[in-house]
């Protein structure tokens, strides 16, 4: 891979390298997902835009060579999981801030299936864990909605 591409490819999949700061770098990649859903509401939570963010996000992990395990540092996939989680859901602040707190807490906490989904191979794992993560946190909200507490 050209030196141009991969620097290109390291860029997209740090988000701009929010994944190489020291700490949380997955929360701070989903709060740059929140912070771009809730200031341009559409595309960030249309599914087809989604659906398209998810496959590139395979497509550059893929391609920057990452099989098994999840470097904490290529964080597009939060960005990603982020967005499916608000996927149909409208900008609100307080709609964004619930899928943030619900995404992340299935991303760090894995209930079954997130886990079994990292296990995936050629870097499906690595944005699947993420993606069902946020179709949990996008349930919620659906659930949080229809019972009318917020």
């Known amino acids: 891979m050209s030196r141009k591409l991969d620097a290109i490819l390291r860029f997209i999949v740090t988000c701009g390298y929010i994944g190489r700061l020291p700490f949380a770098p997955g929360t701070y990649a989903s709060i740059l997902g929140c912070i771009l859903i809730y200031l341009f509401p559409l595309p960030f939570n249309n599914l087809p835009f989604v659906v398209l ?65 990292e296990r995936l191979r050629k870097g499906y794992g690595i944005v699947a864990d993420d993606v069902i993560a946020g179709i949990f946190a996008n349930a919620v909200l659906v659930i949080w909605g229809r019972m009318k507490w917020y």
């Not at 990452?66 to 996927?87: H, N, Q, R, S, T």
């Open 53 to 117: 963010l998810v496959v590139f996000s395979v497509l550059c992990i893929n391609l920057f060579g990452f099989e098994e395990k999840d470097p904490g540092y290529i964080v597009i996939d939060e960005l990603a999981g982020m967005c499916v989680a608000m996927a149909g859901h409208g900008a609100t602040l307080v709609n964004v801030l619930i899928g943030l707190v619900f995404f992340r807490g299935f991303d760090i906490l894995k209930p079954f299936p997130i886990r079994q989904a």
